[in-house]
């Protein structure tokens, strides 16, 4: 199974860069779009990739957050959310239940300036990890998305004037040590141990093209699948947004 992961920064937006270019060539099983930024009604007239089964979740708010997962295979089953109103309202959870594993896309909240969302951000946090391992209770789960943590300091170029900083706060890296605690592999650093890796950049000061940027997209694995880890990589040459697509791929 081939997953892609990428944070569009507005799916209208994002068509006009090629989007739909970068989806036939990626040629996945599955893949996961995060802050939409829109209704399925606002790109009705879109002719998507053929084979894909198109699921969304909107935020309620219009033109924010939101996320999409476009898939090959098909799912068992489809859940919105994690059956939270205080966590569902914005849109940033999808998961698709398949044969062999579960697949969680997730778009998890930005602390915001002064960590003034730190704290729902951390229920989220605790939210997803409970969902999580509750589904890892009848088989393995991959989960991706834009986390908006940079774990360590390898994971962003410029560590330590962002200490405390939203992405880099002690409570959010603590909150991603929770997954890796409960079993949860980090599949790009199974495969690439080094640093200067990123999938965001700002778009001040010619960020991207001096590559100092963070590493915040991330595809993780249940302990069980790591096994069946081929490569995991990140497309740092592609266009469109201030992410680029992360993925993973499994025997």
């Not at 935020?59 to 996320?67: L, N, P, V």
């Not at 799912?75 to 994690?82: E, V």
């Not at 589904?135 to 943590?149: A, H």
């Amino acid at each position: 199974m081939k997953l892609l992961s990428w944070n569009v920064n507005g799916v209208r937006a994002a068509l006009g860069k090629g989007l739909l270019e970068w989806m036939t060539a990626a040629s996945a099983d599955v893949i996961f779009l995060q802050e939409v930024k829109a209704l399925p009604g606002d790109v009705q007239g879109v002719a998507w990739p053929k084979g894909y089964e198109v699921i969304w979740n909107a935020a309620e708010k219009k033109g924010y957050s939101g996320t999409a997962l476009f898939t090959r295979r098909q799912p068992l089953s489809i859940l919105h959310g994690f059956g939270s109103p205080a966590h569902d309202a914005e849109g940033r959870a999808i998961t698709a239940e398949f044969p062999d594993c579960y697949v969680v896309g997730v778009y998890v909240p930005n602390a915001q300036p002064e960590l003034a969302r730190l704290a729902f951000r951390q229920a989220w946090d605790r939210a997803l990890l409970a969902h999580v391992r509750k589904l890892e209770q009848k088989k393995p789960v991959l989960f991706c998305g834009d986390l908006n943590v940079a774990h360590e300091e390898i994971d962003l170029a410029r560590p330590k004037e962002n200490v405390g900083n939203p992405g880099f706060s002690d409570e959010e890296r603590a909150g991603f040590r929770d997954f890796v605690a409960a079993g949860f592999v980090d599949t790009f650093r199974q495969f690439e141990k080094g640093p200067g890796h990123y999938s965001w950049w700002t778009y001040r000061a010619g960020a991207r093209e001096r590559n100092i940027g963070w590493r915040i997209d991330y595809v993780m694995a249940s302990a069980a699948l790591a096994p069946r880890l081929q490569r995991a990589w990140i497309e740092a040459h592609v266009p469109g947004s201030d992410h680029c697509p992360v993925g993973v791929e499994l025997k």
